[in-house]
């Protein structure tokens, strides 16, 4: 038998388009599909092992029959002549866009054609992100969501990637520490014009009190600079601090406000979010934000599903508003779990009170090092602290995502690692 092996040599065929030079600058892969890839190693290294997952931020617990059924009505009617709709409004459907306002933003001055109904807070920041373009300079708090400065890399307005400090040049990490109660100091940041702010925040589980936001707002005021505020865990909040950033007094004319129900209602597959945009928020020259976006998203987007939609209705209804505050409290009670079982064991814990999540502090260790031990060791999946920018090392965040019984074994595990 003959074998052709010049075919093993020949070339793959090339285009002429040129790489992305910012899509080069990324570092490694997105995090939570790099937890991911080693969660799937592990489990092909110990098939018999019962993996539990307390890493990604995905929720766990079924949604509310008062909100499938909704969904599952709107959808049967589609089915019907007098049921079927094509096309929506890309901004979202009217009546959901006002019950929105309603029940987040009453007495706030925050109307109906401000909110533009999504397909969650993700997809909203990386349209946002298309809005400022390349040229804005960008703060984001360290550690924080990496969804920020990864689609700040992917659109060209920072530099290249600095191994010595983990940093991306042109951005400003605001240090959120449990040395500066997780607030960053502003009297030491420079000036940008984008300012990326979560509260509570992923992944340290704090939220800003309204004195720290007013000082966030006053700051963005005397910089021009406009805030993006992350409210996506705001349901979770147990104390007085505030739920949505136009609870403060000119926050208006600052920010932008993305949220979502993927943590409410369990809509993590549904997706379904939205963005609300002042009409008092304007550009340098005048312009409102709100009419640019309105063409981003007519241009980039058909509007979310409108069975998403028809479940997103149900949620702010006051059956819907209950039992999504019946599943936040369920995972509330699973931080609580994880809180008490770290605490037991002696280390600084974080977080838990006002978000579903655990930041536990490890001391002198790299976190990933810290992640990969605990999966070696319990087959127990978190995430390491790193990952949300260089101020996580040495931290791993817990998740509350998780069914009872697999937080209460996880946490057994846990303590026999630890104890």
Known sequence: MILNFGMCFMKAYKTKVSHNENMKKLQAGYLFPEIARRRTAHMLKYPDAQVISLGIGDTTEPI????????????????????????????GEKQLRAAIAKTYYENLGIEEDDVFVSDGAKSDISR?????????????????????????????????????VEKYGNIEYMKCTPENGFFPDLSATCRTDIIFFCSPNNPTGYAASREQLTRLVEFAKENGSIIVYDSAYAMYVSDDSPRSIFEIPGAKEVAIEVSSFSKYAGFTGVRLGWTAIPKELLYSDGFPVAKDFNRIVCTCFNGASNIAQAGGLACVSPE??????????????NSDIIVETFNSLGFKVYGGKNAPYVWIHFPGQSSWDVFSEILEKTHVVTTPGSGFGPGGEGFIRVSAFGHRENVLEACRRFKQLYK
């Open 64 to 91: 509310p029959e008062v909100i499938t059924s909704s969904m599952a009505k709107r959808s049967y009617a589609l089915s019907t002549v007098e049921g079927y709709s094509g096309y929506g409004a890309e901004q």
């Open 128 to 164: 946002l992100q298309v809005l400022f373009g390349s040229k804005v300079t960008m703060a984001v708090q360290d550690p924080s969501y990496p969804a920020y400065v990864d689609s700040s890399v992917i659109l060209g307005q920072t530099g290249q990637f600095q191994k010595d």
């Open 320 to 333: 819907g508003i209950k039992a999504m505050h019946e599943v936040v409290g369920f995972y509330k009670e």
